[in-house]
DNA sequence: TATCATTATGTAAGCGCTTGCATTCTTATA
DNA sequence: TATAAGAATGCAAGCGCTTACATAATGATA
């Protein structure tokens, strides 16, 4: 019974005396087809088990109702979320949602969006703007719109959809100063092809600058997104002689790596060291301490991004950039300088 | 200068001079063409910017070097790690991984299947065996080697490489068993199109079997894969009149909810009940009590799959099948039972 | 230098679909 | 019943590539 080789529109022609045309048209525009044939192709193409290729399809259509995404990697709960509601509003609208990850790579990320281009996407999601002018030339000389996320940056080179990740640090840096830290550490994800850690700093150093703090006043310690990494960086913050009395961290594993660590060490926290967070994952609300950390919209912005995406699919309006807001949960492991530090 | 198309074949071969076939030679097995067209055509195709439109040559060559996997879901840190692994051992042979997604729903499921198909994935890899039978011969009909994970079964019918759920969740529930534990309950992963979950289910039930244990001894609730619903799958459980001294979870995202309530009922975890998990995810560790859990061998999971489809596309050989050990990690969240109870 | 095996390139026929244009049916209208 | 408008279908030309097969160029050998 097996066939090894796919059946084909020819085939359903074959079976059904019309021609591959009429079938054509049978499937995707149904209404362009007399009920009493549309009636016996279907029947034809369940019979046969016609599916059809989609490769033929996208060069014959030259489009492919397909979106790309290239996020530096798959295993991060953050990009998970967003992610999800992006493709749900995408389906909900007809499209298929091809992802691709970067590893946080400057080249791997050039290489997958010419990847997906080539695979024929009609549009693309892209992580922060950080990446060679040569990749923002081919894409427009491709004519393919996209729409830069989880970042936003107050520029009109591009189409923004996210928060503003240097006001939001700068926001959550504000309080912790405002509580009377006077040595602020930070552990702060790795930097390299990463704008949105970029700016999570620059936002903090904006704080202490309004504070008119002084380099002294600041360590900051560059950690990749796992616990045992965190706890590293805090060992060399805390060696170091400024002796900051809250560490500022720039998402919540490394917080969680953190507080581990400092309660590894003795430390209580916040009466000893305040440690924030950024992301608000759900773990944080649940750990020990709860933390304290900044909640970021992601399912909103997952969702307005496939929207804008989409819209720039029909007309080309390019000015439709969105910024989101975030919030600060205030939750138990930041409090003012305590136990005489 | 930009040109709202992609440059194609024929461009390069007209600024070269050659034909497109020679160019097609170059791009795909260079050694077949002289050093001196190589160098001409290569340059040529870096001026103009070319890339080969993946869908054309798909359907010319058929076959992609292309394979596909059907995941439940994406935000679920399990899956990311061992898929991690897979797609960079298939990265390594010059493969390129396609992932969908099913929700965890069986008619999406196929439709992925068909779709990661009708694009050309020249494999797949299917997470778990619990399908129509339809599915499997729509694969067989169309030539598709496919390589079952996240479980191992002991029949011959397909492909597993995985490790034995049932065989692990009895070994854990066994160990809980010897403390001395007579009333056990369980918190499950949702049940439906979900034979890991299953199995887990009657691992348990293997051991209470071996102990000669019966169903008033046992409670099972279902919960999804967050806290809060654990929470509450464990505040019925405590609610019926089976008063178990130990709860053994189907994963420890389960398990953290699991104890994140009993905690906040004022039960000592292991002193009052015993909580176990399942997956041994990062958190698990550091969580407060750390929790007692089976370890699971993602990664060498992911990358022995993705060798075994490797080889699958080689040959036709389908008796690959690998089972992988996991092993209980043994930390402070369950103990004999205490108390008094 | 003639001969033959290699190597390098070209020719052209598809791969399975979509779609503009042409043709044939229907059906309503006069 | 003749006629025109509209609906349904067919024809056939691609879409951008790969790959038998054919041909031409290159060397090695005698």
């Known amino acids: 019974m097996a066939q090894n080789t796919a059946p084909t529109l020819e085939d359903v022609a074959l079976r059904t005396g019309v021609s591959t045309a009429t079938i054509?048209?049978?499937?995707?525009?149904?209404?362009?087809?007399?009920?009493?044939?549309?009636?016996?192709?279907?029947?034809?193409?369940?019979?046969?088990?016609?599916?059809?290729?989609?490769?033929?399809?996208?060069?014959?259509?030259?489009?492919?109702?397909?979106?790309?995404?290239?996020?530096?990697?798959?295993?991060?709960?953050?990009?998970?979320?967003?992610?999800?509601?992006?493709?749900?509003?995408?389906?909900?609208?007809?499209?298929?949602?091809?992802?691709a990850s970067s590893s946080f790579e400057r080249e791997a990320e050039a290489t997958q969006i010419r990847a997906l281009v080539a695979k024929g996407a009609d549009a693309l999601l892209l992580i922060g703007d950080e990446r060679d002018q040569e990749t923002y030339d081919?894409?427009?000389?491709r004519e393919i719109p996209y729409v830069i996320s989880w970042n936003y940056r107050a520029h009109k080179n591009h189409t923004f959809v996210g928060f503003n990740n240097r006001k939001a640090a700068y926001l959550i840096a504000k309080q912790v100063l405002n509580l009377g830290h006077k040595k602020i550490g930070m552990i702060s994800g790795v930097l390299s092809n990463n704008d949105r850690a970029?700016?999570?700093v620059q936002g903090v150093k904006d704080a202490m600058a309004e504070f008119s703090m002084i380099d002294s006043d600041f360590i900051c310690q560059e950690a990749s997104y796992n616990f045992d990494d965190a706890g590293h960086a805090l060992d060399t913050i805390l060696e170091s002689n400024i002796k900051p009395t809250a560490i500022i961290c720039g998402n919540d594993v490394l917080a969680i790596g953190a507080i581990t660590r400092a309660k590894a060490l003795g430390l209580n926290i916040p009466d000893d060291i305040s440690i924030t967070g950024f992301d608000d994952i759900e773990i944080s609300s649940i750990f020990t301490p709860p933390i304290t950390t900044v909640s970021v919209p992601h399912t909103t912005m997952g969702r307005k991004a496939a929207e804008t995406l989409l819209e720039m699919m029909h007309s080309d309006d390019r000015n439709l950039s969105l910024e989101l807001e975030t919030s600060i949960i205030n939750r138990g492991s930041l409090s003012a300088p305590r136990n005489g530090r």
Do not use: H, W
């Open 138 to 141: 081919f894409l427009q000389s």
């Open 198 to 200: 970029f700016d999570r």
């Open 24 to 99: 054509s048209r049978c499937l995707n525009s149904p209404d362009r087809v007399s009920e009493k044939t549309r009636v016996r192709i279907l029947e034809a193409v369940k019979e046969l088990g016609y599916t059809p290729n989609f490769n033929a399809k996208a060069l014959a259509a030259k489009r492919t109702n397909t979106v790309g995404a290239v996020i530096p990697t798959m295993s991060n709960a953050i990009f998970a979320l967003g992610l999800q509601a992006f493709q749900e509003t995408l389906t909900e609208n007809g499209i298929t949602l091809l992802v």
